[in-house]
Every structure is written in structure tokens, then in C-alpha cells.
């Protein structure tokens, strides 16, 4: 059985860190090395990079070049990449796995081809997903006229070759009241590859609560980039709670 895991997820917009609330609401936190290198001092388990610009401006390989050299950490990059091609370049820049979010709402086609060459262990698929109407949608800044029906989207994520799910709540991001459990429920009663779930924690039993509830990895990016000492404290958190 895998060891669950402890993501620091890193939001980038005009190439500078932000904290994100709502996806709406964006505050500027520093820049790309220093935080990649706080997180390795800090031993988190993973990270994940997202340029959430990308979708409009494309991906933007000399951004992650020199920053990625810091970490000792496996890292999982995401943010405009929507070719083979985009994928096989962030690999180059020292990405272990890709992130996919607009592209696969658009078309999956794509993923497919990429599990033949790269494998499905290096591809992240990710999902904003909000609750309207009492129903959960995986909804897109780049498309924002378009909702689509979350079970679906998760089962045709796993039909195409990913090897993770990465799930963030756009209501609870920000708010600090924990995550969404209905969501790890949703996922693992769908589908069988492991589940990110991301949004709205605010201390560190949240992530506990996560992986109490069925996540596969719990991922955080406000908490950690505000709270003291943040990763050492989840950590004692979730072995006191039985986590190895």
C-alpha cells in the first residue's frame, strides 16, 4: 500500500506566488525559488507548481528552468500544457509528473497519447469543482460558461490514462474551514487511481480529516505559505493520528 502523502501546491499568476481565495482573489506572495526552496527545508513529501495564467498565456518553460534546480523534492508542474510536446519539455526542466487541467476539460484525447510514451504515473489530472444547484460540477476560468457533471469527468480522467486525480474545491478554497469530504467520497466511490484533494484547510487536523476520509494525498498551498512551521506541525499531526 502507498504511504499517504503531504502536497504544497504552489499558485503562480504574472509569474509571482500568490495565495488564492475562491480562485477569484489573488494576493501576491514572493517568487517561484524561494518558495520551492522553504518547502524543501521544510520536507514536504511533494509539490505541485500551477501557473494559473497559463490557460491565457501559454506555458512558459523559462520560468521553471533555474527555480526547479533548488528542489530535492518531487515535483509536479502544471499551467497551459496541452501537447505531448509541452509535456516532454517540462520533464526537461526537472518536472516528475504533469498536471492537466484545461486541456482535459476541453479534450482528453491528448492524455492518451501521452500514457503510451510517458506512462500513467506521470500524469495528474486536476479539477476545480464547484457546488451549484446541489450538485457538484467541474467547471474552468477558461471556459466559465461550460459545467460539467463530476462523476462523469472523474470516471472519463481515470478511461484515459491518468494516474491521479487532483480535486480542489473553488467554494472552500481560501476559507480555511477544511476540505470538502463529499468530494473524497464522490472520487473513491468512481473510480480506483489515487485522490488529491485540495481547498480550504486551515489547520492541520484538516489534513488528517482528509486522509481519514479516503484521500490518497492531501494538498495544501495557503496553510502552509502562512502557518509557522506548517509542515513539521502537519506531519506530528497526522502520525499522532496513525498515519505512517
Not at 161 to 186: H, P, R, T
Not at 200 to 223: H, P, T, Y
Amino acid at each position: 500500500m502507498h504511504k499517504k502523502r503531504v502536497i504544497g501546491v504552489i499558485l503562480l499568476k504574472d509569474q509571482l506566488v500568490v495565495q488564492s481565495i475562491n480562485f477569484s482573489k489573488f494576493l501576491p506572495i514572493g517568487n517561484l525559488g524561494t518558495a520551492i526552496e522553504y518547502f524543501n527545508k521544510w520536507c514536504i513529501d511533494e509539490l505541485i507548481v500551477l501557473d494559473i495564467d497559463a490557460p491565457a498565456t501559454g506555458f512558459n518553460l523559462s520560468l521553471y528552468r533555474e527555480a526547479f534546480l533548488k528542489s530535492q523534492t518531487p515535483l509536479s508542474l502544471g499551467g497551459g500544457i496541452s501537447s505531448v510536446d509541452q509535456m516532454r519539455q517540462a520533464f526537461v526542466v526537472g518536472a516528475d509528473k504533469v498536471v492537466v487541467n484545461s486541456s482535459f476539460f476541453e479534450s482528453s484525447e491528448f492524455i492518451a497519447e501521452a500514457t503510451e510514451i510517458y506512462g500513467s504515473q506521470s500524469i495528474i489530472v486536476s479539477v476545480d469543482v464547484k457546488l451549484s444547484d446541489g450538485h457538484y460540477h467541474v467547471v474552468n476560468r477558461k471556459f466559465p460558461e461550460i459545467k460539467l457533471e463530476l462523476k462523469k469527468s472523474l470516471k472519463r480522467a481515470e478511461e484515459c490514462g491518468a494516474g491521479e486525480i487532483f480535486i480542489n474545491s473553488v467554494d472552500n478554497d481560501g476559507m480555511k474551514q477544511g476540505y470538502d469530504l463529499a468530494l473524497i467520497d464522490i472520487a473513491k466511490s468512481c473510480v480506483s487511481i489515487p485522490i488529491i484533494i485540495c481547498g480550504g484547510v486551515g489547520q492541520a487536523c484538516d489534513l488528517s480529516n482528509g486522509l481519514l476520509r479516503g484521500a490518497d494525498a492531501v494538498a495544501a498551498g495557503n496553510f502552509f505559505h502562512y502557518t509557522e512551521l506548517s509542515v513539521v506541525h502537519a506531519k506530528r499531526t497526522l502520525f499522532e493520528s496513525g498515519f505512517d
